[in-house]
């Protein structure tokens, strides 16, 4: 079994990759639309895959840097994935920002970016917390 800080990398290292792939995703999203019927990628592109990416993503930032903040006790981190998954939420949720293709894959892409940027610092917060006197516990 993994040691607890190891895991909490490895959950930070998934978790950024995962987001900035998800933000690539809704970045080239518009270009391979009008393709997709004809590569067979068009199961890809409905509501139910976005909506479950959505809440993964969710659900393992929260869990990741809630565990890394109780190590760190820094903000920064939560400080960037609280916009980026309100993004996110905005452009799944609100319907004419979701139903227009240009600015849903901008907001999904910021949104994205912000999470994976997020996980990365977390990552170095939690891989750069010096356990000494000045440490909160």
Known sequence: MARPSSLRAFLDRFG???SLLCAVHCAVLPMVLALAPSLGLSVWMGDGVERAVVVFVTLLGLFSLVLGYRRHRAWRALGLLLPGLTL???GLLYAPLHHSVVPHA???TLGGTL???AHLV???LTHGHV???SCAH
Do not use: E, K, P
Request: aromatic fraction near 6%; hydrophobic fraction near 55%.
């Open 16 to 18: 950024a990759s995962g």
């Open 88 to 90: 996110l939420w905005t």
């Open 106 to 108: 901008v907001v999904m």
């Open 115 to 117: 999470v994976g940027i």
């Open 122 to 124: 977390n990552l170095r």
């Open 131 to 133: 356990h000494d006197a």
